[in-house]
């Protein structure tokens, strides 16, 4: 079973870049099973896709973050990253990373969520 | 992209069945047979508990049933348990490879 943990900083300044890691566990980013997926849910709000990445290294990304967003794999590491630029306050959320599986057309496995503050 | 549209909230009594809808258009849910449903508690990651409109994952309760018709996807949940209260919420990929959800609806079980 494939396990997600995300991390990184639980505070950012305005303007500056937000940057989370996820690491996985059993499972292997190199296996074609699975797209690699960050989603947020700010505070009392509903669910958002950021975007996603493949094993080849093609992106796909929320065309309203779209500017902003990079995402990218670190397979020696087993891990996976988030960069997300000139933050505000609206970036202000939990921050997810989950794996789209392939062959059941959803996102099946998640990592616990990490909050992101963005303030001075 | 929008988020797809789904009721702010539903209520049922114990025992009785719900059903909560999503609505997209024809660029996400009506053009693809990719909707999932999510189950959320508070303070904790969704829980994925359908898949592909209408297929349960292994684990999940036959009480959980998905549909679509046309733009709309529904969950159906029957014989509703106090252990159902919980956000729920529906995703469809799109015709621009890109993922959306929808704005989650709060079930409370009376």
């Known amino acids: 079973q494939v396990q997600l943990q995300e991390s990184g900083p639980g505070l950012v300044k305005p303007s500056q870049t937000l940057s989370l890691t996820c690491t996985v566990s059993?499972?292997?980013?190199?296996?074609?099973?699975?797209?690699w997926t960050w989603i947020r849910q700010p505070a009392g709000k509903g669910l958002e896709w950021i975007g996603r990445i493949s094993t080849s290294g093609s992106t796909n990304y929320n065309p309203s973050l779209k500017s902003r967003v990079t995402i990218s794999v670190d397979t020696s590491k087993n891990q996976f990253s988030l960069k997300l630029s000139s933050v505000t306050a609206a970036d202000t959320a939990v921050y997810y990373c989950?794996?789209?599986?392939?062959?059941?057309?959803?996102?099946?496995?998640w990592g616990q969520g990490t909050l992101v503050t963005v303030s001075s | 992209q929008s988020a797809l549209a789904q009721p702010a909230s539903v209520s049922g009594s114990p025992g009785q069945s719900i059903t909560i809808s999503c609505t997209g258009t024809?660029?996400?849910?009506?053009?693809?047979?990719?909707v999932s449903w999510y189950q959320q508690n508070p303070g904790k990651a969704p829980k994925l508990m359908i898949h592909d409109v209408s297929n349960r994952p292994s684990g999940i309760s036959n009480r959980f049933s998905g549909s679509k018709s046309g733009n709309t996807a529904s969950l159906t949940i029957s014989g509703l348990q106090a252990e159902d209260e919980a956000d729920y919420y529906c995703s469809s990929y799109t015709s621009s490879s890109t993922w959306v959800f929808g704005g989650g609806t709060k079930l409370t079980v009376l």
């Open positions: 024809s660029s996400d849910v009506g053009g693809y047979n990719y």
């Open positions: 059993g499972g292997s980013l190199s296996s074609g099973t699975y797209y």
């Open positions: 989950a794996t789209y599986q392939l062959l059941l057309r959803t996102f099946g496995y």
